[in-house]
């Protein structure tokens, strides 16, 4: 039943690798959204209070779920805080308002599911979390972006995605998720799309990594 859970926690642990490797690499952080970092950190946040007041501690899960907080800090460490790469930071292209979005969530789970709030708030805003990162992408007219980075988050969130769908057959306290994980893999795309777009413009930039 944990088998795409699985995957899909490993394809996301790699992702973090990706960005982390490319940022390091090119000592650069150009077109990376730090504010969909910020949304990705108190999503994490947001679940794992949830999950804490639930006592729901598997081992693996747990230990999965702290290295993704820490892989998140560290990756707004760089951007925010690191010699040279903070250097590169565009924080006039990284546009939205992150409380609006944790607001907005918050409100959301609560309208519709009021017996765990903080749990289905976290999967709405981690839903929309990357939005920050599309809307910097269209934005640039020049972009060093870790396209391979959306690559893995998508199949991350495809992933979960079958999981929830298998889920939904034997328990419908799970049937909202898939539609927000659905939400997520077409915002990937699209943002997959704009990368495409980018690359074949003669007016655009874009580094792809390996």
């Known amino acids: ?3 795409f859970l699985r995957i899909g926690d490993f394809i996301r642990l790699y ?3 990706i960005l982390i490797y490319q940022m390091k690499k090119n000592q650069s952080c150009v ?3 730090l504010k969909t970092q910020y949304l990705y950190l108190m999503s994490f946040l947001l679940r794992y209070t949830s999950l804490f007041l639930l006592q729901d501690l598997r081992i693996f899960h747990s230990i999965m779920k ?3 907080l820490f892989l998140t800090i560290y990756i707004i460490y760089l951007i925010k805080y690191s010699e040279k790469i903070s250097k590169s930071y565009d924080k006039s292209d990284d546009i939205g308002n992150i409380y609006i979005y944790l607001v907005s969530s918050i409100f ?3 309208c519709f ?3 765990d709030v903080l749990w289905l708030a976290s999967f709405i805003l981690e839903s929309i979390s990357f939005t920050p990162q599309l809307i910097m ?3 640039l007219k020049e972009v060093e972006v870790t396209s391979n980075y959306a690559f893995y988050l998508g199949f991350y969130r495809l992933s979960y995605l079958i999981h929830w769908i298998l889920k939904c057959f034997s328990d419908f306290y799970f049937l909202s998720l898939p539609y927000l994980a659905l939400i997520q893999i077409i915002i990937y795309l699209i943002f997959a799309y704009n990368c ?3 690359k074949h413009h003669k007016s655009y930039y874009v580094t792809l990594p390996y």
């Open 66 to 68: 702290i290295l993704f």
């Open 137 to 139: 992408i269209i934005r």
């Open 31 to 33: 077109g990376v959204s």
């Open 108 to 110: 959301i789970s609560y």
């Open 1 to 3: 039943m944990y088998l």
């Open 196 to 198: 495409y777009k980018t």
């Open 113 to 115: 599911y009021t017996e």
């Open 15 to 17: 992702s973090f690798y």
